[in-house]
């Protein structure tokens, strides 16, 4: 068995709740699991089970051909796993509640179905740019590369980035949404995606990057980074030939 190593700089955020959540939840299917923890002083490491897919947004955008029924599987997986760790209270540190990841997911969404992030143009954004567009509440959802994407779709996307976290849906209304109950009803034509996965990785970590500056934002980071989009949303996305 082939293992992963993450090192943790203890001067610069202590891990302790990250493994205590790995090592209660981590038999969970879909949870990467914990093998063992060293500590020499400086560092944490931490040995995981290697997963060799790589990140969840590469592939997709990597991939050619990508339909509403792809990503409204994608979507399911993680959201399904959201939800269960929401249910056992985990939140990832004080000030971080359950809407974030939800607001995270829709950021996650938009992308998979435009090729493009709601809130940064690129790279070279500024953080006030970014968090202007995103305290405005408003995002495309119309023209040019929406124009293949379904409305129900649209629908879904407007209430997980709703300005409001009181307004977002939560994890267990988002799966009861339509566009994600009646998967196996969505269109199975190529959406018409822009085709630049450089420059969307620059915008999302710009997005990110941006917000970790706000002194009112906890330490967020992209979903499809995560230690459970790198074990669920790799192996859905595995099985649908990405």
Not at 116 to 127: E, K, L, R, S, V
């Given at each position: 068995m082939e293992y992963a190593v993450k090192i943790i700089d203890?001067?610069?955020r202590d891990p302790t709740e990250e493994i205590e959540i790995l090592l209660r939840y981590g038999q969970h299917p879909n949870i990467i699991t914990l093998k063992d923890v060293y500590d020499d002083g400086k560092y944490v490491y931490l040995v995981t089970e290697l997963m060799k897919g790589g990140e969840l947004l590469d592939k997709i955008l990597r991939?050619?051909?990508?339909?509403?029924?792809?990503?409204?599987?994608?979507?399911?997986?993680i959201t399904k796993t959201v939800e269960y760790l929401h249910s056992?209270?985990?939140?990832?540190?004080?000030?971080?509640?359950?809407?974030?990841?939800?607001?995270?997911?829709?950021v996650l969404l938009y992308t998979m179905l435009t090729g493009?992030?709601?809130?940064?143009?690129?790279?070279?954004?500024?953080?006030e740019e970014i968090l202007a567009r995103i305290g405005s509440g408003k995002f495309a959802l119309s023209g040019g590369y929406w124009n293949s994407v379904s409305d129900i779709a649209k629908d879904l996307v407007s209430k997980m980035l709703h300005v409001d976290p009181q307004q977002r849906l939560t994890a267990a209304?988002?799966?009861?949404?339509?566009w994600i109950v009646h998967c196996d009803q969505l269109p199975q034509f190529?959406?018409?995606?822009?085709?630049?996965?450089?420059?969307?990785?620059?915008?999302?970590?710009?997005?990110?990057?941006?917000?970790?500056?706000?002194?009112?934002?906890?330490?967020?980071?992209?979903?499809?980074?995560?230690?459970?989009a790198q074990r669920r949303g790799i192996k859905?996305?595995?099985s649908t030939a990405l």
């Open positions: 203890k001067s610069k991939q050619k051909f990508f339909s509403e029924r792809e990503a409204s599987a994608v979507l399911h997986t056992q209270w985990v939140l990832k540190r004080q000030g971080y509640d359950a809407a974030c990841d939800i607001w995270s997911l829709g493009y992030t709601p809130f940064a143009n690129g790279p070279d954004d500024t953080p209304q988002v799966l009861k949404h339509p190529q959406l018409n995606r822009q085709d630049a996965p450089h420059l969307v990785k620059g915008a999302m970590a710009a997005t990110y990057s941006a917000l970790n500056l706000n002194p009112l934002s906890p330490v967020l980071e992209p979903v499809g980074r995560s230690t459970l859905k996305i595995t």
